[in-house]
């Protein structure tokens, strides 16, 4: 059966005509359709989830792999004042015509500023300094005041000074922080001229610019973390369902850093999974690669737990798994969270898949991360989870 147009299709398949006639040659390929199909579905009612995408771009070939980076410490420096400046004039006619020494000009600010534009915080320098103030000179010429130096941090970032103090929170985009003053410019001799001085023989130094010592970490690394022990398959997954190139081998501990990559979706909403390095039994008392990555989980909205089938019993992996979230933060392991068998072209995994399954009371997604079969099941799982959990409405 034919499916009936409604009225908002008819109407707005005019409008686009009409548009398309007015259009070059060139534009007009294929953009009626782009323009009008997702009208029409929307209007006959036939909207389905969306699907994700198959990354487009070829995975890149620089030999250099960037890490994510979610903590950093730096320190930061605001511009010294320019110092005053002392002098006297000397005219035609008028040999001791009074003090002319310009003020300094200050000094900048280093300012924290929430960016759209950038995702980490990898692009912070450990040391920032932001400009100092020009001197004052004779003739009452005051000195350039420095401009201010901005630098973007991502929404979600959280200022701290040394001792755990508060400086900033950083929620939304175009918030900003000063987070170093700059010291202001020093005064020149003509400014000290008095009725009583005439001859004022003193003029100020600019003063230093603020220094603090700042800890600067995210709120949120990825909308979900890829958390299993070492050589899982967490790099190879995350491989597979995006550009991401986290380094990939048979040994433990490959992965010393996370990485973070992007999932697409056909409605251009981008999700971002996090591979965290392996955790150990006893991670939660600083064993294998310690704590710190138990603070990288903290900060995923969902977690999808992966387990390696061609071992023993991932049962016991994935209670071992929760157990060191839950010592390290209670309630850290109830997040909302998904299973991830994989490997499950290893000969004997069906088997395990199937005890596993009996053991669990949630899916368990197989996939095989390395041959990238049972991934769109998992990913549509993942779009859910995310709409639920950490997408905007949240
Ligand atoms: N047969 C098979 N091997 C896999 C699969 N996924 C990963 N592997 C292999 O398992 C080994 C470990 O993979 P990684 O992705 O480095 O594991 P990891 O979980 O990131 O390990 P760490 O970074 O050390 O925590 C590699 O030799 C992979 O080739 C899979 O689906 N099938
Ligand atoms: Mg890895």
């Not at 036939?46 to 730096?74: I, N």
């Not at 400009?131 to 941090?153: D, F, L, P, Q």
């Not at 991670?283 to 294998?288: F, I, V």
Request: with cysteine; hydrophobic share 35%; net charge positive.
């Amino acid at each position: 059966m034919q499916p009936v147009l409604g009225q908002t299709s008819l109407l707005f398949i005019r409008a686009a005509q009409q548009l398309h006639k007015l259009m070059l040659p060139r534009q007009r390929q294929g953009a009626f359709l782009q323009v009008v199909t997702p009208v029409v579905i929307q209007d006959l009612g036939l909207a389905s989830a969306p699907k994700p995408l198959k990354p487009k771009k070829p995975k890149g070939h620089t030999e250099k792999v960037k890490h994510f980076v979610d903590y950093k410490r730096l320190v930061v420096r605001g511009g010294s004042g320019g110092d005053g400046c002392m002098s006297f004039t000397s005219l035609y006619r008028k040999e001791f015509a009074g003090p002319d020494g310009g003020n300094g000009g200050n000094g900048g600010h280093v300012i924290f500023q929430a960016s759209s534009n950038c995702k980490s915080l990898a692009h912070l320098k450990s040391v920032i300094t932001a400009e100092s103030g020009m001197k004052g000179a004779t003739r009452m010429c005051h000195g350039r005041n420095a401009e201010h130096t901005y630098i973007e941090v991502p929404p979600g970032t959280i200022i701290r000074r040394e001792s755990a103090e508060s400086v900033g929170n950083l929620d939304k985009v175009g918030e900003i922080c000063i987070v170093a003053r700059g010291g202001a410019g020093g005064k020149g001799n003509y400014f000290f001229l008095t009725n009583e001085n005439r001859a004022p023989a003193k003029a100020e130094l600019g003063a230093k610019g603020q220094e603090e010592r700042l800890r600067v970490e995210l709120r949120t690394m990825a909308h979900a973390g890829l958390i299993g022990f070492p050589n899982a398959g967490k790099s190879t997954l995350l491989r597979a369902i995006s550009r991401a190139r986290p380094k990939v081998a048979a040994y433990p501990f490959t992965t010393l850093n996370p990485h973070v990559g992007i999932v697409e979706y056909d409605d251009y909403e981008q999700v971002a999974v996090a591979d965290i390095p392996g955790l150990i039994k006893g991670a939660h008392q600083n064993r294998g690669l310690g704590i710190s990555f138990l603070r990288h989980i903290q900060r995923c909205a969902c977690l999808l737990y992966v387990l390696d089938l061609s071992s023993g019993e991932p049962w016991t992996q994935l209670q071992d798994l929760r157990f060191e979230l839950e010592q390290y933060e209670p309630g850290l392991s109830q997040r909302p969270h998904a299973i991830v068998g994989n490997k499950v072209d290893v000969e004997g995994a069906q088997d395990v898949l199937a005890e596993l399954q009996a053991h669990v009371d949630l899916p368990v997604f197989a996939v095989s991360a390395k041959y990238r079969t049972g991934i769109e099941p998992l990913l549509d799982h993942l779009r859910e989870l995310y709409d639920k959990h950490a997408g905007k409405g949240t």
